[in-house]
């Protein structure tokens, strides 16, 4: 059984920065998706605005007692290109990947994540950012920082470019008890997704950049027993 989530807010985001075109998120347009139990794939549908310079990122999280490997993902049976893979085995196996997919067409069409065998918890999420660069869409990234304990995490990049965004995703697998997540006061949400039984957890949000230095945080309110929590960031870059 899936649950599936689409606007995951009432409005677009915008960064406000001065000069030229900044990095945008259709956050009204989000894509979501979750289930206890799928096989191999896990796909949704998302709807592709008509903005310049569109990049589409989707987000694909699987959990399970066994390694159950993140492969690739695909928008409309094309391949994405991967940004990151990184599984956290802490109690279990939690692989968290992202991927991009330059100049979608407009309209509606299916996204998929594909993974190695039948994982216990999925999580899918998509989202289009637009006035992005359509040769290097992403730039820096610091990604597969992991902990076991704690309800924070926070990770930096430095040297990033004047109207980029630099997104931040966390990966918490809670072992029980709702995460509670919340962003760092900085960042705007972009989506946040949950799973009941274990309560796996995605929140991604983003914060645009003036240059220099970003650093990216998260916390949560229920460590449950220990949870395997994985902080990914990079940046899309302005075209």
Known sequence: MSIITRGAAAMQARIAAAGGDVV????????????????NSFST?????????????????VGDSNARPVLSA?????????IYNHDHAGGWHYFSAAYYYVAPSTGTY????????????????????????????????????????????SDDLTGTTADSAVVGVVG?????????????????????TELGGWSDDSGISYEGSSGGTITMSASWTNSGGGGDNQHHIFEVLAA
Do not use: K
Not at 47 to 55: D, K
């Open 24 to 39: 945008e998120f259709d956050i009204a347009g989000v894509a979501a998706a979750n289930s206890t139990s799928e096989t």
């Open 74 to 82: 695909t928008f409309d049976g094309n391949a994405m290109t991967e």
């Open 45 to 61: 549908d998302i709807t592709i605005g008509s903005q310049a310079n569109r990049v589409l990122l989707l987000f694909y999280h």
């Open 172 to 192: 918490h697998y809670n072992e029980g008890g709702s995460p509670g997540f919340t962003e760092g006061a900085s960042q705007t949400l972009i989506h946040r």
């Open 110 to 153: 299916t996204v998929q994540g594909n993974h190695d065998g039948t994982g216990a918890e999925i999580l899918l999420q998509a989202v289009v950012a637009y006035n992005v660069d359509q040769t290097t869409p992403i730039g820096q990234t610091n990604t597969g920082n992991t902990a076991t304990t704690g309800t924070t995490v």
